[in-house]
Structures are given as structure tokens and as C-alpha cells.
């Protein structure tokens, strides 16, 4: 079973892949969004949910997104079409580092995709070369509440703590100017829904191919969640403008 498919099943109840939840979403989009016909940029967009709601809650915005999934680029297709903004949706298959667009944007997203620029440091480096003057940038990414076992690094990476990471991040010539720790509730609620949904769909379909390897994936992702990294893991999103622009 390919990881695709078991993560499309899986974020089925929960279309953010990240920790955060509903009014999280919106009020990020809105601190990051500064004009109402704003120009706003995903890297490594997935689904396109985080731009579906933006262009929703804004008609004279304009989004692009970026992903190296057509399937995923497919969903946000279907989804745009069926939301009734995809004439301001323009959608580019391929590798989120290797972008480049010919015009600047007033947002640039790039939420639990740091793993494909290799780090939080070098996502914010490749969103500064697509920014507008006086722009902003919407970054997520992990850090350790606690000290994280060995495992826990194994699996998510070699993160920081809190404070280390914004006093990276700051000392990298950007300013926060919002942010959001997600609570035990989001983290926890994540976890369970996409793990749950795995597991449920892979009981409600037992002749399906794939059935017995979901349900083994969904035991095995609980598991290493709640033995190996629910203890330390935090996730922390940040609204950033250039210190200097």
C-alpha cells in the first residue's frame, strides 16, 4: 500500500496535515493575509486546503500552489471546481524547491513541508526568493517540548526547542508577528483521527487488497505516537515578516 493512498485515507476527517485545528487554520490565514487581493503562494500545497479556505474567505485573492503528487494536485482541482474559485487557482506539478515563479507573493505558505528544502532555516530561505516587499511568510514546523528519545528523532527529525527555534528563526532576518503553539488537543486530536480513519476504513473494507496492511499501518503509527514521541513532540506555526525588507 502506497503512502499516497494511506495518507489521503487517513487526513480523510482531518484535510489539514497538521496538528491544528479549524479556527487555527483561519486565524493564521488571516493574520498572514494583509490585503484583500493578496497574492498567496503554497509550497508543497498538497490538497490545496490551506488555499481553498483562503480564497474562499477572500474573492479577490489569487493563490498558486506547488506539489510533486498529482493526485493530490487532482483533489485540489476537483475541489476548487466544486468551491467555485478555481479560475483564481493555478496549480504546478513538480518540486517545491525547484519553483520559480515569475512574480513575487504577499504570502507564502509552507506548513509541515520542511523536509523537502531540508530544514526550517533553508524553507525560509527558499520563501524569502518568492516574497514581496513587505510580504509574509506562513511557516510550520515541529520543535521538542521534552527531550525526545532517541526514536523520536529516528522518526520526525532532529528538531530544537521552542525558544531555540524562534531565536533561529529570528536571528535569520525575520520578525514573528503572530504565532501558534498547537495544544495538546490539536496534537492528540490528529493523531487519533488519522490513525482512526486508517483503521476504520480498513475494517469497513475487508476484501479490499490493502485492508489487512491498513489496519497493521494504523496500529503501528498509534504505537509509535503514543510510545515514542507524544511526550516531546510540539508543533509550532509562525506568521514571519522580513526584519529588514
Not at 112 to 137: I, K, N, Q
Not at 165 to 190: F, K, Q
Request: overall charge negative; charged content about 25%; aromatic content about 6%.
Amino acid at each position: 500500500m502506497n503512502r499516497e493512498k494511506i495518507s489521503r485515507i487517513a487526513h480523510t476527517h482531518h484535510p489539514i496535515k497538521a496538528p491544528l485545528d479549524d479556527d487555527s487554520v483561519r486565524e493564521l490565514l488571516e493574520r498572514g493575509i494583509s490585503r484583500p487581493d493578496a497574492r498567496v503562494l503554497d509550497l508543497g500545497c498538497g490538497g490545496g486546503e490551506w488555499l481553498l479556505r483562503a480564497l474562499s474567505a477572500h474573492p479577490r485573492l489569487r493563490a498558486e500552489g506547488i506539489d510533486i503528487s498529482r493526485d493530490a494536485l487532482g483533489r485540489a482541482d476537483e475541489a476548487a471546481v466544486g468551491l467555485g474559485v478555481r479560475d483564481r487557482l493555478v496549480l504546478h506539478h513538480g518540486s517545491a524547491a525547484d519553483f520559480a515563479p515569475t512574480r513575487p507573493y504577499d504570502l507564502v505558505l509552507s506548513v509541515g513541508a520542511s523536509h523537502a528544502f531540508g530544514g526550517l532555516l533553508p524553507t525560509l530561505a527558499a520563501a524569502r526568493e518568492h516574497l514581496a516587499p513587505g510580504g509574509r511568510v506562513l511557516v510550520g514546523d515541529g520543535f521538542w517540548e521534552n527531550e525526545p528519545s532517541p526514536e523520536a528523532v529516528q522518526m520526525l527529525g532532529d528538531f530544537a526547542g521552542l525558544a531555540t527555534t524562534v531565536e533561529r528563526v529570528t536571528a535569520d532576518g525575520w520578525t514573528p508577528v503572530h504565532g501558534h503553539v498547537s495544544t495538546r488537543r490539536e496534537l492528540d486530536g490528529y493523531e487519533w483521527t488519522c490513525w482512526g480513519t486508517l483503521a476504520a476504513w480498513a475494517l469497513d473494507h475487508p476484501d479490499e487488497p490493502d485492508s489487512g496492511e491498513a489496519l497493521a499501518t494504523a496500529a503501528a503509527r498509534r504505537s509509535e505516537w503514543l510510545r515514542s514521541y507524544r511526550d516531546c513532540f510540539g508543533f509550532l506555526c509562525l506568521v514571519l515578516r522580513r526584519t529588514s525588507d
